[in-house]
């Protein structure tokens, strides 16, 4: 009768050391979560929809609390009694803090995830607005308006995080153009319905109603909104396997099993020198200048006192003008997104062509010595909107080409593009306003010769465009490879 050998401890130990190898390289590809990614690359799924859903909606409030000041305008040099200079500084500081707040906001993004800068801008946008309604002084609305800027920051770096993690690629260019074109309806929040309730109430009820949507919103992003859709079922299984091993190796190995094996992390040290060294993300950074920051000037603070004082026009028209470039903009949105997925790295010629036929509109509209018609200026506003997506060409450049995990903190360098030339223009075309009619009686030619500072600004972002534009390699796009990484992690 033959009998089994007994094995000895060594061996005993080896084949438990050869078990857990084995459980702790499943545990570390968590096939749940590997199920949950495949199933997000081939299919929408319902709990993905509703969370890009929700982003954009915050994203949407977040536009319209940038652009409500724009068209309060009028309103706020006799609220605060002020000239073209310190007006333009409401827009530059707000302007510049979103935008300095870009890279920060992605950092944090790419460390806490998006769930909880929405969160956190949701709640910082509403406290600006609520300060800013009750606010009577000139210094008090200025730190308002930086809350508001600062609020923000975190709504469209978020967006842009959560799109790769709930959406298929495949959907990822026309989604991410969507969620742009969608969010620009916050334009038409701010234009008719917020400018109709400020004339119909008071400054302190129209901005107070502004500051509580955004405490909403805030709820509603902690309710709905999820980083990734494999971590519940990731901890799950995680859980399960802990539980398996236990029962079979006894309690002395759990600790060794317990933790999965965690991706290097890049510091933020790296981080910010992977991003500010990379060409793809300054190409982002030059595309959205050249697309949007003519856009950026006439929305945030100067269209409806170029459409009412200039023009001569209605508030009521001015409202619509905007109205209409926010409805181009969302229909062109989709066309754009299509243009991209086709033309890959030769998206700057997108960017570059439309943007040359708004500056041409824009040139044309100033271009008689007395003012133009009121067809002709809301057939500039529909021109404008509809080429404006194609700023948004930089994120997609920046998602496809740059690593995963240092995404956020690139597309936020990217966005800082149209926003600094809105900044430069607006605040240019204030100073210019301010030397050429020091009486604050503002007239056409005033504007015309002010808005000079428009082209000057895009001409800089076309040379930055073609400056860092995509060569034929691929080496360009500089993704970050495992064995950098690691490096990194070991710096750090």
Same mark, same amino acid.
């Given at each position: 009768?033959?009998?089994?050998?007994?094995?000895?401890?060594?061996e005993?130990?080896a084949?438990?050391?050869?078990?857990?190898?084995?459980h702790?390289t499943? @545990?570390s590809?968590?096939?749940?979560?590997?199920?949950a990614?495949?199933a997000?690359q081939?299919a929408?799924?319902?709990?993905?929809?509703?969370?890009?859903l929700?982003?954009?909606?915050?994203?949407?409030?977040? @536009?319209?609390?940038?652009t409500?000041?724009?068209?309060?305008?009028?309103?706020?040099i006799?609220?605060?009694h002020?000239?073209a200079?310190?007006?333009?500084?409401?827009?530059?500081?707000?302007?510049? +803090?979103?935008?300095?707040?870009?890279?920060?906001?992605?950092?944090?993004?790419?460390?806490?995830?998006?769930?909880?800068?929405?969160?956190a801008?949701?709640?910082?946008?509403?406290?600006?607005?609520?300060i800013?309604?009750?606010?009577?002084?000139?210094p008090?609305?200025?730190?308002a308006?930086?809350?508001?800027?600062?609020?923000?920051?975190?709504?469209?770096?978020?967006?842009?995080?959560?799109?790769?993690?709930?959406?298929?690629?495949?959907?990822?260019?026309?989604?991410s153009?969507l969620?742009?074109?969608?969010?620009?309806?916050?334009?038409?929040?701010?234009?008719?319905?917020?400018?109709?309730? !400020?004339?119909?109430?008071?400054?302190?009820?129209?901005?107070?109603?502004?500051?509580?949507?955004?405490?909403?919103l805030a709820?509603?992003?902690?309710?709905?909104?999820?980083?990734?859709?494999?971590?519940?079922?990731t901890?799950?299984?995680?859980?399960r396997?802990?539980e398996?091993? %236990?029962e079979?190796?006894?309690?002395?190995?759990?600790e060794?099993?317990?933790?999965?094996?965690?991706?290097?992390?890049?510091?933020?040290?790296?981080?910010?020198?992977?991003?500010?060294?990379?060409?793809t993300?300054?190409?982002?950074?030059?595309?959205?200048?050249?697309?949007?920051g003519?856009?950026?000037?006439?929305t945030?603070l100067?269209?409806?006192?170029?459409?009412?004082?200039?023009?001569?026009q209605?508030?009521?028209?001015?409202?619509? +003008?905007?109205?209409?470039?926010?409805?181009?903009?969302?229909?062109?949105?989709p066309?754009?997104?299509?243009?991209?997925?086709?033309? %890959?790295r030769?998206?700057w010629? +997108?960017?570059?062509?439309?943007?040359s036929?708004?500056?041409?509109c824009?040139?044309?509209?100033?271009l008689?010595v007395?003012?133009?018609?009121?067809?002709?200026g809301? +057939?500039?506003?529909?021109?404008?909107?509809?080429?404006?997506?194609?700023?948004?060409?930089?994120f997609?450049?920046?998602?496809?080409?740059?690593?995963?995990?240092?995404?956020?903190?690139g597309?936020?360098?990217?966005?800082?593009g149209g926003?600094?030339?809105?900044?430069?223009?607006?605040?240019?075309?204030?100073?210019?306003?301010?030397?050429?009619?020091?009486d604050?009686?503002?007239?056409w030619a005033?504007?015309? !010769?002010?808005?000079?500072?428009a082209?000057?600004?895009?001409i800089?972002?076309?040379?930055?465009?073609?400056?860092t534009?995509?060569?034929?390699?691929?080496?360009?796009?500089?993704?970050?490879?495992?064995?950098r990484?690691?490096?990194?992690s070991?710096?750090?």
């Amino acid at each position: 009768m033959s009998t089994q050998p007994e094995n000895t401890p060594g061996e005993n130990k080896a084949g438990v050391e050869k078990k857990t190898a084995s459980h702790t390289t499943n @545990v570390s590809t968590h096939p749940a979560k590997k199920a949950a990614q495949r199933a997000a690359q081939k299919a929408l799924s319902t709990r993905g929809l509703i969370i890009w859903l929700t982003a954009v909606l915050l994203y949407t409030m977040a @536009v319209t609390g940038r652009t409500s000041f724009g068209v309060a305008s009028v309103e706020a040099i006799e609220q605060y009694h002020i000239d073209a200079t310190r007006l333009a500084v409401f827009a530059s500081l707000q302007l510049g +803090a979103y935008s300095l707040s870009q890279i920060p906001v992605g950092l944090m993004v790419d460390k806490f995830g998006p769930r909880k800068l929405l969160i956190a801008g949701a709640l910082v946008m509403g406290v600006g607005q609520v300060i800013l309604a009750f606010g009577s002084s000139y210094p008090v609305a200025l730190f308002a308006r930086v809350l508001v800027g600062m609020g923000d920051a975190t709504a469209f770096s978020s967006l842009m995080r959560l799109i790769p993690a709930w959406i298929p690629m495949r959907l990822a260019p026309m989604l991410s153009q969507l969620s742009g074109a969608l969010g620009q309806f916050g334009q038409f929040l701010s234009a008719v319905p917020f400018l109709a309730l !400020l004339h119909a109430t008071s400054w302190t009820t129209a901005f107070f109603s502004l500051g509580a949507m955004g405490l909403l919103l805030a709820l509603m992003a902690a309710v709905l909104i999820q980083d990734s859709p494999a971590a519940k079922e990731t901890a799950k299984e995680i859980a399960r396997s802990d539980e398996d091993l %236990g029962e079979e190796f006894g309690e002395e190995l759990s600790e060794e099993i317990r933790e999965p094996e965690q991706q290097p992390k890049l510091s933020l040290t790296h981080t910010l020198r992977e991003v500010l060294t990379n060409p793809t993300c300054w190409h982002g950074f030059f595309v959205h200048w050249t697309g949007l920051g003519t856009l950026v000037a006439f929305t945030m603070l100067w269209g409806v006192p170029i459409l009412t004082i200039g023009m001569g026009q209605s508030s009521g028209y001015a409202g619509l +003008a905007l109205t209409l470039a926010t409805v181009a903009t969302v229909l062109a949105g989709p066309f754009v997104g299509m243009l991209s997925s086709r033309m %890959g790295r030769k998206r700057w010629i +997108a960017t570059v062509s439309g943007s040359s036929v708004t500056i041409a509109c824009w040139i044309l509209l100033f271009l008689p010595v007395d003012p133009r018609g009121a067809a002709f200026g809301l +057939a500039f506003a529909i021109v404008m909107g509809t080429m404006a997506p194609v700023s948004n060409l930089a994120f997609d450049s920046v998602r496809e080409q740059v690593d995963r995990s240092i995404l956020a903190t690139g597309t936020g360098l990217a966005n800082m593009g149209g926003w600094t030339a809105g900044i430069i223009i607006a605040q240019t075309t204030g100073l210019v306003l301010s030397w050429a009619a020091p009486d604050e009686d503002y007239a056409w030619a005033d504007f015309r !010769l002010a808005t000079i500072a428009a082209v000057a600004v895009w001409i800089c972002g076309v040379i930055g465009i073609v400056a860092t534009r995509p060569r034929t390699s691929a080496r360009s796009a500089r993704p970050i490879s495992a064995l950098r990484r690691q490096k990194f992690s070991a710096a750090s």
